[in-house]
């Protein structure tokens, strides 16, 4: 059996403004570096990792350091696990984008299985890559606990995927910052034993 943590990078400033971060490099903040050390201390707790895999950008890829110190790991960015990329809304707020593409992002909200972002990715596009990535890790370790520190939406589809469910789900699925999903891959298959947990965040 496999073990997945699957835990969303800690806060960037652009979590607090809500905007369309994707594939702008975005760095953790004060809070997300205190969210980090203590999803760490809690995985550490709880689990033995053999590996920490991670989006490839920083903020995903400094949660996993943070993480993967003190079990003695390094991390493994993988391409497979990177954001979403939005293509020209990157870096916009909501109000932005409603100015030039208002039916389009009344889709994304409503319909967001239809969406192909201008000049980026659907989610059809990262339910392709991110199912490869679990079917690396779950190949490369078959027996082992796994850490994958990923993004919102990258973690929301994965989900899905993992449950079974339609990418129209997309907004019924929560992911806070450093929130552990536990899953077991066995048998050739998911279960999704616990999502979206932030208790540890809260530890003094």
Not at 82 to 96: F, H, R, S, V
Not at 116 to 138: C, H, M, N, Y
């Amino acid at each position: 059996m496999t073990r997945i943590i699957l835990t969303r990078h800690g806060q960037t400033d652009w979590n607090r403004e809500e905007r369309f971060r994707g594939r702008t490099d975005v760095a953790l903040n004060e809070t997300g570096f205190v969210q980090a050390e203590l999803t760490g201390r809690c995985i550490q707790s709880r689990w033995n990792p053999a590996a920490v895999y991670t989006s490839p950008m920083s903020r995903a890829v400094k949660t996993g350091e943070i993480i993967a110190a003190p079990l003695g790991l390094k991390v493994h960015p993988l391409h497979n696990l990177n954001d979403m990329n939005y293509g020209e809304w990157q870096g916009l707020t909501a109000d932005q984008v409603r100015e030039q593409w208002g039916d389009l992002l009344n889709t994304w909200y409503h319909a967001p299985q239809l969406v192909q972002f201008p000049g980026g990715e659907s989610l059809v596009d990262v339910l392709a890559r991110t199912s490869k990535a679990l079917q690396d890790i779950t190949q490369q370790h078959p027996s082992a606990d796994v850490v994958i520190v990923g993004h919102d939406n990258v973690n929301r589809v994965m989900l899905l995927f993992m449950l079974g469910l339609p990418l129209s789900r997309y907004w019924h699925l929560v992911q806070k910052n450093c929130a552990i999903n536990l899953i077991e891959f066995v048998d050739n298959d998911f279960v999704v034993v616990s999502m979206n947990e932030t208790g540890h965040l809260a530890a003094p």
